[in-house]
């Protein structure tokens, strides 16, 4: 089955710099997302990433090794509105899985002033 | 270019009732997914449509069921609602398989 493991908390100060990894095991790998979800709100696509390297997008960036089943999201320059829950999500096309996202549990980051 | 949009956004029914939630996905986006997420569980995959046709399904009761219209546009209905499927129902849609999914704002619906 799908195994996608990510802290659970976070914490870093305004400014600061912050990796949330995340970890994966799927039959049939087609895509990583990073989402952002505020308490109460909808998760925000922040990156998809489907070949290796790295992706950068302003303050975040995301990197992925599909080799090693592992993704990285990088977030520069640390605001207190980036505090948020964090989730990581591998999309599957194993078997009869076309099209499905399974999530992480999330990372909560909490950034301090 | 208009989001996903969920009707309604909060919903209060009592056990035993059934209920029906909406979602309009981006305009030229076939494929529709949905999830219920709650405190203890996480984000759980419910279903997912594409031109029309259910083409996977999470580990949820037969209460749980959806469909899609010729128009993209899906519905969600639950059936003999219990306390437990209080939860926030998201919708997501993206162009195809291959594509980025993009979330709705949510239905939050409590069951009392």
């Known amino acids: 089955g799908q195994n996608i493991d990510q802290p659970t908390e976070m914490t870093a100060t305004e400014g600061a710099i912050v990796q949330i990894n995340c970890t994966y095991q799927?039959?049939?790998?087609?895509?990583l997302f990073w989402y952002q979800q505020h308490a109460g709100e909808a998760p925000t696509f922040l990156s998809y990433?489907?070949?290796?390297g790295l992706e950068e997008k302003g303050r975040f960036s995301s990197f992925l090794s599909r080799s090693k089943g592992y993704s990285y999201l990088l977030l520069k320059e640390l605001q207190m509105k980036d505090s948020a829950s964090y989730l990581c999500?591998?999309?599957?096309?194993?078997?009869?899985?076309?099209?499905?996202?399974?999530f992480g549990r999330g990372t909560q980051l909490t950034v301090w002033p | 270019k208009a989001g996903v949009t969920q009707t309604p956004r909060y919903l209060i029914k009592t056990r035993g009732q059934q209920v029906t939630l909406s979602c309009s996905p981006i305009?030229?986006?076939?494929?529709v997914s949905w999830y219920q997420q709650t405190p203890g569980q996480g984000l759980q995959f419910l279903f997912e449509?594409?031109?029309?046709?259910?083409?996977n399904k999470g580990n949820f009761p037969g209460r749980f069921s959806g469909r899609q219209f010729s128009n993209s546009r899906s519905e969600m209905n639950v059936s003999t609602l219990e306390l437990g499927d209080s939860a926030l129902y998201l919708c997501?849609?993206?162009?195809?398989?291959?594509?980025?999914?993009?979330f709705g704002q949510g239905t939050r619906l409590t069951v009392v």
């Open positions: 999500a591998v999309r599957d096309l194993g078997g009869s899985t076309l099209g499905r996202l399974y």
């Open positions: 990433n489907v070949l290796d």
């Open positions: 799927t039959s049939g790998f087609n895509g």
């Open positions: 449509y594409f031109s029309e046709t259910q083409r």
């Open positions: 997501a849609s993206s162009l195809n398989s291959d594509s980025e999914a993009f």
């Open positions: 305009s030229g986006h076939r494929s």
